[in-house]
Nanobody, 122 residues
Framework: QLQASGGGLVQAGGSLRLSCAVS????????IGWFRQAPGKEREGVSC????????YYADSVKGRFTISSDNAKNTVYLQMNSLKPEDTAVYYC?????????????????WGQGTLVTVSS
């Protein structure tokens, strides 16, 4: 089970930190990804990290602004989002892939959290 939290309403230029708490399976065996889906748009991969907590990947649209990290002791993955823009507004989902390293292709992921809404006002 994955539980995403930390979304909310923030002004452009602000920051939020999303959390993805993982339970029910061995966290260290799964790559974790963050995805987002804006109204009327396809779900897109934002960032991912290996099961070792290494090899972070970022979509071009968030590179330099978002940072993914993991805390294996807490079974939690974080997405620090800085310099937020109105176009970052979306429901953000975390997902787990049954492999150590995965990209941001949504079909690589097997387990999904329920999503947390991020709204960035201009």
């Amino acid at each position: 089970q994955l539980q995403a939290s930390g979304g909310g309403l923030v002004q452009a230029g602000g920051s939020l930190r999303l959390s993805c708490a993982v339970s029910g399976f061995t966290f260290v065996n799964y790559a974790i990804g963050w995805f987002r889906q804006a109204p009327g748009k396809e779900r897109e991969g934002v960032s991912c990290i290996s099961s070792y907590g290494t090899s972070p990947y970022y979509a071009d649209s968030v590179k330099g602004r978002f940072t993914i990290s993991s805390d294996n002791a807490k079974n939690t993955v974080y997405l620090q989002m800085n310099s937020l823009k109105p176009e970052d507004t979306a429901v953000y989902y975390c997902a787990a892939a049954r492999k150590a390293v995965a990209g941001t292709g949504r079909y690589d992921y097997h387990y999904w959290g329920q999503g947390t809404l991020v709204t960035v006002s201009s």
